[in-house]
């Protein structure tokens, strides 16, 4: 209760001096000069921050949205990559074909992942890098929308440090007319002998429409910039789409959508490689074989004014997602297979009110139930006996959730708007009778919620503050994993957990007209109860350390974001993107040290250039600092060099030619001075020199 009355107070102190500056801000004349607010805005919209449509510039907290034009240009083997060199954002990648953003520090399960409105984080979801968000396919998407700073009222459980919502291609025609389109896309990587192929077809009239496809991807092993072959690191994947919008009338739409993706085997390569530290690598064998994602999604939408609601949508779903391994440890003559299964069945419901009064509203509940199949079994070399063993998982555990929240914005005026919101959550987690416990049932629940506040200084510039309360329960994963973990551990169960609780404040300036965009954002994190693992001092007879999940420690973690884009020219553009991060952790003994994964200073120059608006040419820069403010858990976790990792840059050129309106070719040249390096935290070195060629060719 005092640590709640703390933060408080915290929060009326940020929104006090928000005030404070906003009254004083307002009286003087603004550095840009008048000529900045005298421009034509550009149009940005998103949907997530708010869940209604609202221009960037409008919107309190920090966002960024990438389209679908991003995927054809960079072909990201996972879609994660997108948000590399974004503002506030930074790319870790353990393995080819798999990848995660960190966002303000955090990653996971501490973030909430999201594809179109539905949660695709699920309960075996890891609080550290995993492989799930690589089972969306890049080439579907319409675009990446990103919240960055907790979301408690409106997303709940795990959205502690954002959002990120990948929203797919949706049909949308108003003629009254047949027409349709067809796309064929292919891509080819040097640095892996990578190939990508994807093919997309649309098609409709008013009143319905309908969009599916299906992509290809096969890399061989990856080449470093030392000119090293990185093997095993080569992978497949295959990917298809299917989705109908029909409008009933000018107020009801429905959409039915199906997707599927599969990495049929995907190597584990920090496990089959001696990382830093180690002599020999951990595994003799780990490979996904299969990983998998299904997704079945329908939505209803009604637009009319009625005395209850202005919108309303309803969403179902049901996402499967299989998570099998062959796994053998080094050494070892026990060949192990597993069969991992998450099955998460969702249904939300959302109202959009406007209110006589002035007040708007967004309101609504969310049920979500996920049950876990998990299976393992044990099988000499060279023998067909296989004998069944404890799963990773407790088989046949589940998860539920229920949720209500509503956010209002209750203060509004032409200059000043507040918003504010609460969500109560409460969780159904039960676990089976196990070798090392009885049949177990958790129920925690929390009322999280936020407040966001904007005031425009003058057209175009506006002072934005946000300060929430986010909260994670722990998960299947948390509370039950038995088997291995990468940096050569073995994870015990511990069903004595409790929700994870973070703080999130930051303030921030946004200007946007049509020669300008600029945004910068100071953040902190308070983060308590975290759920860490914990060293036991035990070791298997294979050798790995014996850890298990603990809530242990408190962070607290704070930065500075910064992106800038600016048009000097109408054809030529510049930008830079640059993040500063510091994470400070102390456990219950009072002993402080660095926060885990922690980014480096890192960001993105670049300039765009426009010649008669069909070839585009971006030279770019892409660096980080060094990092070597390691914890504990880093100075023992093989993926990363004990001494720090060494801070890199790479100067990259992308070029684009729309050679006829259905013709667009590309080249990518990346790392051109075949600097080797590593991405913080990652399991595995970066990419060597790359000459990546594109081709999309449209037809009706």
Do not use: C
């Not at 994993?481 to 511990?494: D, E, K, M, Q, Y």
């Amino acid at each position: 209760m005092i640590k709640m009355t703390n933060h408080l107070r915290a929060g009326l102190l940020v929104t006090s001096l928000f005030l404070f500056l906003s009254h004083d801000l307002l009286r003087a004349d603004s550095a840009f000069g008048e000529d900045l607010y005298e421009k034509e805005f550009q149009e940005h919209v998103q949907v997530t921050a708010t869940r209604t449509n609202k221009r960037e510039i409008d919107i309190a907290a920090a966002v960024t949205t990438i389209d679908a034009e991003a995927v054809l240009e960079q072909a990201p083997d996972v879609i994660a990559e997108l948000l590399r060199g974004q503002a506030g954002t930074f790319f870790q990648q353990t393995t080819p074909g798999q990848g995660i953003p960190i966002i303000r520090g955090l990653k996971g399960s501490q973030l909430l992942h999201m594809v179109d409105g539905m949660r695709l984080n699920n309960a075996f979801f890891r609080n550290a890098p995993n492989q799930y968000l690589g089972l969306v396919d890049s080439f579907a998407t319409q675009v990446v929308e990103v919240v960055r700073g907790s979301q408690g009222s409106l997303y709940g459980a795990d959205a502690m440090g954002g959002v990120i919502n990948i929203l797919t291609q949706e049909p949308n025609y108003n003629d009254s007319k047949w027409q349709s389109e067809s796309r064929l896309y292919g891509s080819y990587d040097s640095v892996d002998n990578g190939w990508v192929l994807s093919a997309r077809t649309q098609g409709g009239k008013q009143g319905w429409g309908f969009v599916g496809g299906a992509s290809y991807q096969d890399h061989a092993s990856r080449t470093s910039g030392s000119g090293k072959k990185l093997a095993p690191s080569a992978y497949q994947s295959k990917a298809a789409d299917l989705k109908f919008v029909m409008d009933g009338n000018n107020h009801s739409s429905l959409m039915l959508s199906a997707q599927v993706m599969e990495q049929p085997s995907t190597p584990r390569y920090d496990e089959l490689v001696a990382g830093f530290t180690q002599n020999q690598p951990s595994s003799e064998q780990f490979l996904f074989e299969p990983n998998r994602r299904s997704f079945i999604h329908a939505r209803l939408r009604l637009d009319g004014q009625t005395a209850l609601f202005d919108q309303f949508e309803a969403h179902i779903a049901r996402q499967i997602i299989t998570d099998d391994r062959l796994t053998q440890e080094y050494g070892s003559p026990i060949v192990v297979t597993e069969h991992n299964q998450s099955t998460l069945d969702g249904i939300t419901l959302q109202f959009n009110s406007s209110l006589a009064s002035g007040m708007s509203m967004v309101w609504g509940a969310e049920y979500y139930t996920d049950a876990v199949d998990s299976r393992r079994f044990n099988q000499p070399e060279n023998s067909e006996q296989a004998s069944k063993v404890r799963s990773r998982f407790p088989d046949g555990s589940s998860m539920d959730s229920t949720a209500v929240y509503i956010t209002a914005e209750w203060l509004s005026t032409h200059n000043f708007d507040v918003t504010t919101g609460l969500r109560y959550s409460w969780f159904d987690i039960a676990l089976p009778v196990d070798d090392s416990h009885a049949a177990l049932t958790l129920s925690p629940a929390d009322l999280t919620g936020d407040i966001h506040a904007v005031l425009e200084l003058k057209p175009g510039l506006k002072l934005v503050a946000n300060f929430g309360k986010g909260f994670r329960p722990p998960n299947i994963f948390d509370l039950a994993t038995l088997g291995t973990r990468p940096g050569n551990r073995f994870n015990v169960a511990n069903n004595d957990l409790a929700p994870e609780t973070v703080w999130s404040y930051d303030f921030g300036l946004k200007a946007e007209t049509d020669k300008l965009e600029l945004e910068v954002f100071a953040f902190y994190l308070d983060y308590s109860d975290k759920i860490t693992s914990v060293f036991t001092g035990d070791v298997t007879e294979g050798g790995r350390n014996i850890v298990r999940s603990e809530n242990r420690n408190s962070v607290e973690i704070y930065g500075l974001e910064t992106g800038i884009y600016w048009a000097v020219l109408d054809d030529l553009r510049a930008y830079a993107v640059i993040n500063y991060i510091r994470g400070e952790e102390q456990d219950d003994l009072g002993t402080a040290f660095p926060a885990d994964r922690i980014p480096p200073l890192n960001g993105k120059l670049g300039l765009e250039y426009f010649f008669r608006g069909r070839v585009h040419i971006e030279p770019y820069l892409l660096f980080a600092t060094h990092q070597n403010r390691l914890s504990p858990r880093d100075l023992n976790d093989p993926r990363i060099n004990p001494i720090g990792t060494a801070a890199w840059a790479t100067l990259n050129l992308s070029l684009d030619w729309q050679m006829t309106p259905s013709l667009k070719l590309g080249l990518r040249l990346e790392n051109l001075g075949d600097k080797a390096y590593r991405e913080h935290a990652s399991g595995i070195d970066a990419p060597g020199r790359n000459i990546g060629l594109w081709v999309n060719y449209k037809f009706p």
